[in-house]
């Protein structure tokens, strides 16, 4: 079978079909993981982050077009990438924190710099031990060979043939929940920020998705201010996911460190930084959520 290409654009052709819309996206999607494969073998840090966007990217399309595809083998599917991401999440976690305990002025002590390169070593170790298994192979070929039988499990009677109609409802509606869940975004704890942001997240991926077939001169300028206006909330939700991630591994760490006293302390030091840069990008969070919700919408 033909491989997808590895390019990050998703082109859509005019007067597609939902289900041929689908498989264009996916097709493109494995493509992307399959292009990362070598770089996570050689242990990459780049590598690894754009493998895991691109199973993120993968795991949305699953989502949004989920009444046209659900059924047993995208459930099966859904867990293998949810595994695959997960190998390769704690490689990318300490190479932030190994980064920031560089960069930093209160770096941390000598302890808990050598725990964290260590841990990262063996993560990235995980991740590229990972990519050389037959599962990796075998999820690929599952994936491409589900993608181009067509034969889902549809879940509903109701969705669009017109692959255009259907981004309209779905990128409407995705819209609307997300907004309503905006209100007070500064009173969230950081679990309810997250999911917040898991949500903007896949709304953010539909639209790119389906971005080539808002071609109108109205319809196109509205998907990309929106888009803009996403990014923004997106990038301050991120910076905020990041901090409790790293303040949460921190904490882990020098709990297992042989070292406690002196990891634990360098590890609050990091937190004290991180808490600064917290209330700085939770302003500009519920900022973006604001000029969010007054954007235009899709399907006005």
Do not use: C
């Not at 993981?33 to 493998?51: C, F, L, N, W, Y």
């Not at 917040?196 to 109205?218: N, W």
Request: proline share 3%; aromatic share 6%; charged share 30%.
């Amino acid at each position: 079978m033909r491989k997808a290409p590895a390019t990050d654009d998703i082109v859509l052709a005019p007067g597609i079909s939902t289900t041929d819309a689908f498989k264009t996206i996916a097709g493109t999607l494995v493509g992307l993981i399959e292009a990362q494969r070598a770089a996570v073998s050689k242990r990459d840090p780049t590598g690894v982050h754009q493998m895991r966007i691109a199973l993120r990217r993968t795991r949305a399309a699953i989502s949004v077009f989920a009444d046209l595809v659900d059924g047993p083998e995208a459930e099966r599917i859904k867990r293998q990438l949810k595994w695959l991401t997960g190998r390769l999440g704690p490689a990318r976690d300490l190479h932030l924190m190994d980064l920031r305990l560089q960069e930093t002025s209160k770096g941390g002590s000598d302890t808990l710099r050598k725990q964290v390169a260590a841990d990262r070593s063996r993560a990235f170790d995980i991740a590229s031990r990972t990519v050389a298994y037959k599962r990796f192979e075998k999820l690929l070929d599952d994936l491409r060979s589900w993608i181009a039988a067509g034969d889902w499990g549809q879940t509903s009677k109701d969705i669009p043939e017109s692959a255009k109609t259907f981004a309209k409802q779905t990128l409407a509606n995705r819209a609307n929940r997300l907004i309503k869940k905006l209100d007070r975004l500064d009173e969230l704890d950081d679990e309810q920020r997250h999911r917040v942001r898991i949500a903007a997240k896949k709304l953010y991926y539909a639209a790119g998705f389906f971005e080539s077939l808002f071609t109108g001169p109205r319809s196109g300028k509205r998907l990309t201010s929106f888009r803009t206006q996403l990014k923004e909330l997106l990038d301050a939700l991120g910076a905020l996911n990041d901090a409790a991630v790293q303040r949460e591994l921190a904490a882990r760490i020098a709990s297992h460190s042989q070292h406690k006293a002196a990891s634990a302390a360098a590890a609050k030091e990091l937190v004290t930084v991180d808490d600064a840069a917290t209330r700085k990008q939770l302003k500009a969070a519920v900022k973006a959520a604001s000029r969010l919700a007054d954007a235009p919408r899709f399907g006005d």
